[in-house]
């Protein structure tokens, strides 16, 4: 009888330890988690070209290029995900966020030139765009996130994953041409149209969490947004202001192709909390 009452107390004891190490190895960053978070971001276009091509050819083929263009703001950001312990204290994430604030550029002004083998524009002659610009909304972000516990109520980690964005490109509103007679702007076939496209690229970020009280919690995070070329396609029929202007008097179909480079930066600060 002694015996059973001291395995006994000794089972106890043992369970009773098992308990208190395993709760005091559970993070306070284990299972769902909303957060909601602004800042800065940035967003960079870069190789901004694009070309006009008349269907039938009639020899007034263009091609356009313009400035790398920098803008930006302050997001909002709404992100959702879950983490769990895959080794103390290593964790493993999953996570899902969503930009709700749009951005948009500055209009920008493009050089337009001959394409090859084309002779709209007559030597001495220059051609310029206006009015051009972009708006980028719909960031939505999927990725995988690890995490090292410094202790149980900080956090530091990465996050790796595919990236997709909305943009709204607004096409250029007027077309200029100076020669030694001068200086004429009319506007563009196209003022005031735009078009849509959706481009898929990767985000990788890295970032701070610490617990402020029963679940609610602080964080900071970097994020870098690679994309594809953002581009566009559409078409117009009739005669151009640059056409007009250059006494060109025939009516064709023309194709207008864009494309550019984007590249995005968030810095963001924001609170959360685990469910």
């Known amino acids: 009888?002694?015996?059973?009452?001291?395995?006994?107390?000794?089972?106890?004891?043992?369970?009773?330890?098992?308990?208190?190490?395993?709760?005091?190895a559970q993070s306070a960053f284990d299972g769902f988690y909303g957060h909601i978070s602004t800042g800065y971001e940035s967003n960079r276009l870069t190789n901004i070209n694009g070309s006009s091509v008349e269907v039938p050819a009639n020899g007034d083929n263009v091609n356009s290029s313009s400035p790398s263009q920098n803008?930006?703001?302050?997001?909002?950001?709404?992100g959702?995900?879950?983490?769990?312990?895959?080794?103390?204290?290593?964790?493993v994430g999953i996570?899902?966020?969503?930009?709700?604030?749009?951005?948009?550029?500055?209009?920008?002004?493009?050089?337009?030139?001959?394409?090859?083998g084309n002779t709209l524009i007559p030597a001495g002659t220059s051609m310029t765009s206006s009015g051009s610009s972009l708006q980028l909304s719909n960031r939505f972000n999927i990725f995988i996130s690890p995490g090292y516990a410094i202790d149980n109520d900080k956090l530091v980690y990465i996050k790796?994953?595919?990236?997709?964005?909305?943009?709204?490109?607004?096409?250029?509103?007027?077309?200029?041409?100076?020669?030694?007679?001068?200086?004429?702007?009319?506007?563009?076939?196209?003022?005031?149209?735009?078009?849509?496209?959706?481009?898929?690229?990767?985000?990788i970020g890295v970032g701070y969490k610490q617990i402020i009280k029963s679940g609610l919690y602080g964080f900071i995070e970097?994020?870098?947004?690679?994309?594809?070329?953002?581009?566009?396609?559409?078409?117009?029929?009739?005669?151009?202001?640059?056409?007009?202007?250059?006494?060109?008097?025939?009516s064709s179909a023309t194709h207008i192709t864009g494309s550019q480079n984007l590249n995005t930066y968030q810095l963001l600060v924001g609170l959360g909390y685990v469910f």
């Open 71 to 78: 803008f930006g703001g302050a997001p909002l950001v709404l």
């Open 160 to 203: 790796a994953g595919y990236s997709q964005v909305s943009g709204k490109e607004n096409h250029a509103t007027s077309i200029t041409v100076k020669s030694n007679a001068g200086s004429l702007t009319l506007p563009t076939t196209t003022a005031g149209s735009s078009t849509n496209t959706t481009v898929g690229g990767y985000i």
């Open 222 to 250: 970097g994020n870098y947004m690679g994309y594809s070329s953002l581009g566009d396609a559409y078409s117009s029929n009739g005669n151009s202001a640059s056409k007009t202007a250059e006494g060109v008097t025939n």
């Open 95 to 116: 996570g899902a966020d969503y930009s709700a604030i749009s951005q948009t550029s500055a209009a920008w002004q493009g050089n337009v030139t001959n394409a090859p």
């Open 80 to 91: 959702v995900g879950y983490f769990w312990q895959s080794n103390s204290p290593w964790h």
């Open 1 to 24: 009888m002694k015996f059973r009452n001291s395995f006994a107390v000794l089972a106890a004891s043992m369970a009773a330890c098992l308990i208190t190490l395993n709760a005091q």
